[in-house]
């Protein structure tokens, strides 16, 4: 695993100063207390570039036994090239088939969901990368938005594990009748950037936060009760539970719900915000990085997000191959 954030810090009180809001909203509505703000010159290539780089450097893989490098992306660097291939160049990762995934705040499920399966059909290692700088497509004059994202970047090498090991369940869905809950009007073929576009606010995030709070705690408990059941694990037997980072209430509503121990659930949301494709990612990769999870323990992720979409996986911890 590897990660990598921007080093500007935006807190709460900084937003104080932007929009109609206070410390005090956000935390008991969000559990958010600062995020991270990419500069203007940085891109979604320059930062998942660098959690890339620590991934490989962590499973000690070198970029060219990449035979595959998956970019979970909303915020690609331009609309093509893939974002994938302006990383594979910068890691002179030359053997790797280089392609983007959108699938929003679920885009690293669907990366690893897609790395798993090509895996199994004979590719060798494969790097997926999370990132988004989903400032870009913040309006700082809108309070219901602007207060819950933050940029970043997370990354998994997968390869095979010895036996016992690796993913055991996973599942990725879609329910496109929720496209409109959370999306970017323009920027695409349907409006593309024109004046007009950018006057109307067209190219940010617009968002039904309570249907979207609603989908978020009902799809974390069904797609997490999917998975243990064609697992045929007990919920109880889970030492982390690594949900996405979009809001805490989001969380302990659904971890409520599924009885599951809050000394068993990873959150960072407080330090990072919503990174979108990179939230996932980022707390796997500071789990590893701090010891705290250990070979064998059991790994459920899940992640949620536009489209409406969202992905779990299963996994024991460990047994990597070096
Ligand atoms: N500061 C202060 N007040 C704010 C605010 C802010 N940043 N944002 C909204 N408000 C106000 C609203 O205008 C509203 O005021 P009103 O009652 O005078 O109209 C009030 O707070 C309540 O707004 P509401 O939207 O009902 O709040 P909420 O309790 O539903 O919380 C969210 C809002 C966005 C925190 C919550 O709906 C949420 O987390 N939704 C999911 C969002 C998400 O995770 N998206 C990404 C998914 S990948």
Not at 142 to 166: K, N, Q
Request: glycine content about 10%; aromatic content about 8%.
């Amino acid at each position: 695993m590897g990660k990598a954030v921007p080093e500007r810090v935006l807190t709460n009180k900084d937003l104080e100063a932007l929009v109609d809001t206070s410390d005090e909203w956000i935390t008991t509505r969000t559990g958010i207390k600062q995020r991270y703000i990419a500069d203007p010159d940085t891109a979604a290539s320059d930062l998942g570039y660098l959690a890339a780089v620590q991934a490989l450097a962590n499973a000690q893989v070198r970029a060219d036994d990449i035979d595959l490098l998956i970019v979970a992306t909303t915020t690609p660097d331009m609309p093509f090239p893939a974002t994938a291939c302006i990383i594979q160049e910068r890691l002179n990762a030359k053997n790797a088939a280089a392609f983007d995934v959108a699938a929003a705040c679920s885009g690293f499920m669907y990366g690893i969901e897609i790395g798993r399966a090509m895996l199994a059909a004979g590719y060798q290692k494969v790097l997926v990368v999370g990132v988004d700088v989903i400032s870009r497509l913040i309006d700082y004059e809108d309070r219901s938005t602007c207060v819950l994202f933050g940029d970043g970047a997370g990354a998994a090498v997968l390869g095979s594990v010895e036996p016992g090991f690796g993913f055991i369940a996973s599942e990725i869905g879609a329910d496109g009748s929720g496209a409109m809950l959370l999306h970017v009007p323009a920027g695409g073929s349907r409006i593309p950037a024109q004046a007009k576009s950018l006057e109307a606010k067209q190219h940010y995030v617009k968002m039904c936060g309570r249907e979207v709070y609603k989908f978020a705690v009902q799809i974390i408990c069904d797609s997490t009760e999917r998975v243990l059941r064609k697992a045929g694990v007990a919920v109880d037997t889970i030492r982390w539970f690594v949900p996405h980072q979009a809001n805490v209430r989001i969380i302990e509503a659904a971890a409520q719900r599924l009885q599951i121990a809050a000394d068993r659930i990873y959150v960072n949301v407080d330090r990072y915000g919503n990174t979108s494709a990179a939230s996932v990612p980022i707390a796997l990769a500071e789990l590893a990085q701090a010891g705290l999870v250990e070979d064998g323990d059991l790994v459920l992720m899940v992640g949620f997000g536009a489209g409406l979409t969202w992905g779990s996986a299963l996994l024991r911890w460990g047994g990597f191959e070096r």
